[in-house]
């Protein structure tokens, strides 16, 4: 079956170490997302790479590094700069855009989610 | 930047009545999702509209896209005990980077057997 998978699903982290959660999609998307999710806060985007050797910045990306050196494959690098780091992590994917909007147009898929907790 | 306004906040219901929440926006929207997310995992999505006045049904659920293009709710009919979740509603504006959604933060819906 196709779809998004993150892991770990847990990760316990020291303050001032760096940690990198994982997410592998397997649905051929172009386009990858890392979204941060807070209690009451929604979801806030962090960084997306709509191709491969490329990303840009979200809402709050200071903090956290990424890198897309496969289609598959968009690695989220929370690192010691990031104050607040505690949170659920959220992986997505979609298809490329194709400047049209059509049924199944800006649809993300979501990962289940990782949960970083800072000891 | 943008911001969809998304409510009520939270809902306590008894099963089987009907529930409803909506999302409106300052801006123009060509895009309007609606997700559910149960706890520790990742949302799911439930229904999208494109076009403005568009009615969906999913089962129980039904989302509208709002004829201003500004709003959208969604209905779930009869609840049950597994509808309990947050659900969020999440769009894309004219102008907007394509795929970038904006997301409300979400209703959170408990139900009472």
């Known amino acids: 079956d196709g779809g998004i998978t993150q892991s770990p699903k847990y990760l316990f982290r020291k303050e001032g170490q760096n940690v990198t959660l994982s997410c592998e999609q397997n649905?051929?998307?172009?386009?990858m997302y890392w979204y941060r999710q807070d209690p009451g806060q929604g979801l806030r985007l962090i960084y997306y790479?709509?191709?491969?050797?490329?990303?840009q910045k979200g809402d709050i990306a200071e903090g956290y590094s990424v890198s897309r050196e496969k289609k598959e494959s968009f690695p989220l690098t929370v690192t010691s700069a990031q104050k607040n780091p505690t949170a659920f992590y959220l992986c997505a994917s979609r298809t490329r855009d194709s400047g049209r909007i059509f049924s199944g147009a800006n649809v993300l898929t979501f990962g289940a989610g990782s949960r970083l907790t800072v000891l | 930047g943008q911001q969809l306004n998304q409510s009520p906040q939270s809902m306590f219901i008894q099963e089987g009545e009907d529930v409803s929440m909506n999302c409106t926006s300052s801006s123009i929207f060509n895009t309007w999702l609606w997700y559910k997310q149960e706890p520790g995992e990742g949302p799911v999505l439930l229904i999208a509209?494109?076009?403005?006045?568009e009615l969906t049904s999913n089962g129980r659920l039904t989302a509208q896209f709002g004829i201003t293009r500004k709003d959208s709710f969604l209905n779930i009919s009869a609840s049950i005990p597994s509808d309990v979740g947050i659900y969020f509603c999440a769009g894309n504006y004219y102008g907007g980077s394509q795929g970038n959604l904006i997301f409300g933060k979400g209703t959170k819906l408990s139900v009472k057997p």
């Open positions: 790479s709509q191709i491969v050797n490329d990303f």
């Open positions: 509209l494109y076009k403005a006045g």
């Open positions: 649905l051929n998307h172009d386009a």
